[in-house]
């Protein structure tokens, strides 16, 4: 292959924009296609692509006709399954937005045939990218804080913005929040801990958002707080504490991972790495900086950017994914299980939720 990347953007709302942006930023790079069925959003994203990029309506159009060596999957979360399986039968590089469905039975389905599939296929799990976490996973992987026993993630925030035709309103198409917004901690979770999850415990709400809202008579059902606490099958145990009426924060994530010789928190978008050592005693903190052209290209602290290289270095050398269909298999299990617990009130046990569903691996 060329070392220029032909790119082609299936799903062109806010995330399909970002990754535009930012393959605008990655040498190499080239958008040469985009596909929405929506309109005013193919008006849009005709303001910010070349000329030259060709415009389909339907992303099977796209894929029969466009000049592409690779996609990105940017539609709606209820999508991806069906978006995909065209994409299964060519040899087409693949970046699938995150969640990678919206249940775990799809999810099992999707990875399964991704284990198959020719091209390079990765999940967009950014926050992996973003330097304060990378750094604070370094740091837990170099053994910093000795051996890890808790990992704390708060998301304190601003509630989901509005998308077309209102589809992030309702747990049919999202998967329910813990699946839609917080797959992107679960994902960490795991990674963080090397271990794959037994139990999950979740207590949550929809307290403040959207509850004055309608859409065709209903009312949207997305929770909008909660806490999760995942069990590692190491030993290692996780919270997730999750606010989306909490704009009134200084930093947006936090990070915090103990072990039995120290702590590394991180911040976001503070930037900053905060490494702590208990014998002797001692605290440094680092503060990262990336390029302001990267952090202007979206809103997920240019982690999207270093995604994408990483996603174009696997294409060129012929690596296997850095985020694989597993990882996002396992990331859409654990939000089901916190929805399924938050609804039930009680543990949910991960072997008895994926029972009969968990992928084949390549």
């Given at each position: 292959?060329?070392?220029t ?44 692509v ?13 894929l ?8 990105v ?17 060519t ?40 330097a ?13 804080i ?62 403040v ?8 008579g ?5 929770r ?32 915090a ?61 012929s ?44």
């Open positions: 292959m060329a070392d990347i032909r790119y082609g953007i299936i799903g062109t709302g806010m995330m399909g924009h970002e990754h535009i942006r930012n393959l605008d930023l990655v040498d190499g790079a080239c958008v040469t296609a985009f596909a929405d069925p929506s309109p005013s959003s193919r008006w849009w994203t005709r303001q910010i070349a000329d030259s990029v060709e415009e389909y309506a339907d992303y099977r159009t796209l029969e006709k466009a000049p592409v060596d690779a996609v999957v940017a539609s709606p979360n209820h999508t991806h399954a069906e978006v995909l399986d065209p994409i299964f039968e040899d087409l590089h693949v970046l699938v937005e995150k969640p990678l469905c919206t249940t775990v039975e799809a999810a099992k389905r999707v990875a399964d045939r991704a284990a198959a599939h020719r091209g390079v296929f990765w999940v967009g799990m950014e926050y992996r990218y973003m304060p976490i990378a750094r604070l996973i370094e740091e837990v992987r170099g053994g910093a000795g051996s890890l026993k808790m990992l704390a993630i708060r998301e304190h925030r601003f509630p989901f913005l509005p998308k077309v035709d209102d589809w992030n309103r309702f747990s049919r198409n999202t998967g329910g929040t813990f699946v839609e917004k917080c797959c992107h901690f679960f994902d960490l979770m795991r990674l963080i801990a090397q271990a794959d999850p037994v139990r999950v415990y979740a207590s949550a709400g929809q307290d958002n959207h509850l004055d809202e309608s859409y065709g209903e009312t949207p059902d997305i909008d707080n909660g806490y999760v606490v995942v069990d590692f099958e190491n030993g290692v145990r996780a919270l997730l504490d999750l606010c989306m009426f909490a704009e009134a924060t200084r930093n947006e994530q936090e990070i991972a103990t072990g039995d010789a120290g702590k590394i928190e991180c911040f976001i978008p503070e930037s900053t790495v905060v490494v702590g050592k208990r014998n002797p005693r001692s605290i440094e903190t680092h503060t990262l900086s990336l390029d302001a052209d990267v952090l202007a290209a979206g809103a997920h602290h240019g982690s999207t950017f270093l995604a994408h290289g990483a996603f174009r270095r696997a294409i060129l050398e690596t296997p994914a850095a985020v694989s269909a597993l990882d996002g298999f396992w990331a859409v299990a654990m939000g089901v299980a916190a929805e399924t617990s938050a609804t039930l009130g009680r543990p949910v046990e991960l072997r008895d939720l994926i029972e009969g569903n968990v992928p084949s691996t390549r």
